[in-house]
């Protein structure tokens, strides 16, 4: 479902640099690659330009599209190589979103449940994709538990979405040591420590727990460094929030890891159940050995008067 026309006001503009670099011990001699590279334009982000190229050179690539409707490229390099870099470049343009004032006017939580469970209903057929449970979101009674201290009855569905999402800021700390990608809810649960990854897959099972469909945001988030020191290059992040279902609005994203309703500071590569659906990059090698990955982000802003 589309959300309801807002004003096509471009409010940020972005020059993003993603990097992946993989080393290997050993020479690789055939690597095929699965990535979701390519950010997806859609009615609060217009991609204005984007070329994705990697060292060394592939030899065969074919562009494509998930079952998400995420743009993905698979390649394959055949030349012997121990070092593989994949550097996609992109500048996109973000659209005026649903602010504040707008929460506390959508229906309430139970009525979109119910809604849910009479069955499929058209114009909420995305929705289905994403109420239930994924390979790395599970739906659990605790779950369940968590979220309704936010989803008290009545309670308007935005507005509860944000309180649950500043509930998870203020009761988990950040903490990169603490999980991987393999570490379940529950223990995320009881930790109270994880990643972005893993605050934005806690609120999305919490949500699909209630019978409320949620999705996982993939992308790139603005980071502003200390006052009077320079943006350094490669210092920004991937990230991760969720999108939350709402019948008026269409998809309304929270980021639970910065306590806030997304605007103009997050640029979606792609969307899924969870992480497994739209990993950066993932593949198989033959030969390699260890590997080292690093990965550099740069998010630049840039001036408006340009359009």
Known sequence: MNP?????????RYHVVHETQVTYGSPVTLSQQYLHMT???????????????VTPTENDG????????????????????QSLLVHAESTVALMQRPDLDRLKASASWESLRDRLQQGMDAPMADAFRYL???????????????????????????????????RIFDEFDFDDTATDISTPLDEVLRGRRGVCQDFAQLMIGC????????????????????????????????????????PDLGWVDFDPTNRCLVQHEH?????????????????????????????????????????
């Open 4 to 12: 309801l026309p807002l004003s096509a006001v471009v409010r940020a």
């Open 39 to 53: 950010p997806r334009s859609f009615a609060y982000q217009q991609i204005e330009s984007h070329a994705l190229w």
């Open 62 to 81: 074919v562009d494509g599209m998930d079952y998400f409707g995420d743009k993905t490229r698979q390649i394959t390099i055949t030349a012997p190589h």
């Open 132 to 166: 239930y449970a994924s390979p790395h979101v599970m739906c659990s009674l605790e779950l369940e538990a968590f979220a309704r201290i936010s989803y008290t009855p009545g309670r308007a569905q935005l507005d509860a979405a944000l309180n649950l999402t500043q």
């Open 207 to 246: 949500l699909r727990s209630l019978g409320l469909p949620a999705r996982y945001m993939s992308g790139y988030i603005l980071t502003h460094p200390p006052a009077g020191q320079p943006r350094m290059i490669g210092a920004d992040a991937s990230h991760a929030w969720v999108s939350v279902f709402c």
């Open 267 to 307: 640029i979606t590569l792609g969307w899924g159940r969870d992480f497994s659906d739209v990993t950066p990059m993932r593949g198989v090698v033959l030969g390699g050995g260890e590997q080292e990955l690093e990965v550099r982000v740069t998010v630049t802003p840039l001036p408006l008067d340009n359009l």
